[in-house]
T-cell receptor, first 115, second 112 residues
Framework: GENVEQHPSTLSVQEGDSAVIKCTYS??????FPWYKQELGKRPQLIID?????GEKKDQRIAVTLNKTAKHFSLHITETQPEDSAVYFC?????FGGGADGLTFGKGTHLIIQP | DAGVIQSPRHEVTEMGQEVTLRCKPI?????LFWYRQTMMRGLELLIY????????DSGMPEDRFSAKMPNASFSTLKIQPSEPRDSAVYFC??????????FGPGTRLTVL
């Protein structure tokens, strides 16, 4: 089955600086890579995703890159703000014509934005 | 527009009791997923359904766990009998054909 590794487990950055979280996956059949943000006591919230036919995707201050050959993908947050503080999870799965497989999650990164 | 709905939000029960968790997916979504979150094991997939049919239940920890999806707008996850190690937050998620998964608010289960 799929195995997703995520690093670092904790990341502390100064407000305004950039943050980068990295993940690797093992199953070359995976073609869908979402990122979730989870605040304490809340549900995981989908913030951005990328599919295997794309190398990079941006949405305002966040971006995700994918390297299929190396089987790794990364989340980039620029101009970090206090409200970016949360736990971030990467995940991988297969999406096909009739639906989607379940997500395999990384262990999470606790992002701390220092004022 | 309502998101994924789960009930109850909190459940406290005693070891040996039956627990039933409920989920209503987003209307029009064709896939439904049950996940469990603990500090030790993180977020793990238990079972998922496509078009109400169970596809993969390999994540269900034991025979004490069972899940059903009798129609497109309702699913249950049952634990019988419950044990203290089942204490966790249980999330339901649903997705359309394009694959994006949207999570419900979760049920926090405590088994004493």
């Amino acid at each position: 089955g799929e195995n997703v590794e995520q690093h670092p487990s904790t990341l502390s950055v100064q407000e305004g600086d950039s943050a980068v979280i990295k993940c690797t996956y093992s199953d070359s059949a995976s073609n869908y890579f979402p990122w979730y943000k989870q605040e304490l006591g809340k549900r995981p919230q989908l913030i951005i995703d990328i599919r295997s036919n794309v190398g990079e995707k941006k949405d305002q201050r966040i971006a995700v890159t994918l390297n299929k050959t190396a089987k790794h993908f990364s989340l980039h947050i620029t101009e970090t703000q206090p409200e970016d503080s949360a736990v971030y999870f990467c995940a991988a799965s297969q999406v096909f014509g009739g639906g989607a497989d379940g997500l395999t999650f990384g262990k999470g990164t606790h992002l701390i934005i220092q004022p | 527009d309502a998101g994924v709905i789960q009930s109850p939000r909190h459940e406290v029960t005693e070891m040996g009791q039956e627990v039933t968790l409920r989920c209503k997916p987003i209307s029009g979504h064709n896939s439904l997923f049950w996940y469990r979150q603990t500090m030790m094991r993180g977020l793990e997939l238990l079972i998922y359904f496509n078009n109400n049919v169970p596809i993969d239940d390999s994540g269900m920890p034991e025979d004490r766990f069972s899940a059903k999806m009798p129609n497109a707008s309702f699913s249950t996850l049952k634990i019988q009998p419950s044990e203290p190690r089942d204490s966790a937050v249980y999330f339901c998620a649903s997705s359309p054909l394009t694959g994006e998964q949207f999570f419900g608010p979760g049920t926090r289960l405590t088994v004493l």
